[in-house]
């Protein structure tokens, strides 16, 4: 009878110490899930805000109609976008960004300084450049909103601000995004953290980026499929490596 507390004891502790050693484990299995997370988030951000953005009378509406609609719904659609949607989207494009950087850099056996700060540097123009496409989008409800400014000057300066914007995003920002796409998949690739099959499709969305010289809006649609895949892929084999390593 003396004996079954001290073996009840000993069972306890054995099942304290599993428990224990468990969760640095589950705690290593999910770390930087986070962080990566974030290209999901930017996927979906970054989606809505542009359809947002683009769902409007354009620059070929006229004076009344233009006006009307800033005042109406649809500027308040564009406020939404422009103001919450855009900027919370770039943030966690930047969280991507270093996310996955810092896990090509852990399963790198050579690294490349050269890729890595052209990716740096690409990602980082991106973000600056879809901001200001944003907000050139955003300026004419902004004024009409906030500011105290006549609606005949208002139309005019809005269809410059646009055309800015389009010709910001489509031409020079989608050069930038396929800049990143590229140097991203090349170093992905080396460290054997992409399959070769991604890679291929990634090198044909970097080529439509870079060389098309349409204003076909479903183009923006490459730059949040790929990082929404490539973060499904990062957390994928990351998941499977530390079951293993466990």
Do not use: K, N
């Not at 507390?5 to 930087?32: E, I």
């Amino acid at each position: 009878m003396d004996g079954a507390p001290s073996t009840a004891g000993a069972a306890g502790g054995d099942r304290d110490d599993a428990a224990l050693a468990g969760a640095p484990a589950r705690r290593r299995l999910f770390q930087g899930s986070g962080a990566a997370l974030a290209g999901f988030l930017f996927a979906i951000l970054f989606t809505w805000g542009f359809v947002l953005l683009d769902h409007g009378p354009g620059r070929t509406a006229d004076d009344a109609a233009l006006v009307a609609y800033y005042q109406g719904s649809g500027g308040t659609s564009l406020i939404v976008a422009g103001f919450y949607l855009v900027p919370f989207a770039g943030l966690a494009f930047l969280w991507f960004m270093a996310a996955s950087r810092h896990r090509i850099t852990q399963l790198a056996l050579r690294e490349d300084a050269l890729l890595a700060t052209v990716q740096l540097a690409s990602g980082i123009v991106f973000v600056a450049m879809f901001f200001v496409a944003a907000a050139a989008a955003v300026s004419g409800v902004a004024a009409i909103r906030v500011g105290d400014v006549d609606s005949a000057d208002l139309a005019s300066a809005t269809r410059t601000m646009l055309t800015y914007g389009d010709a910001l995003l489509m031409v020079f920002g989608f050069r930038m995004a396929g800049v990143f796409i590229l140097t991203s998949t090349t170093r992905a690739l080396r460290a054997q953290l992409f399959p070769r099959w991604f890679a291929v499709l990634s090198y044909a969305g970097v080529a439509v980026l870079l060389f098309s010289l349409s204003y076909v809006r479903w183009i923006v649609l490459i730059i949040p499929v790929w990082v929404f895949a490539a973060t499904a892929i990062i957390l994928f084999r990351r998941i499977v490596g530390q079951r293993a390593e466990a």
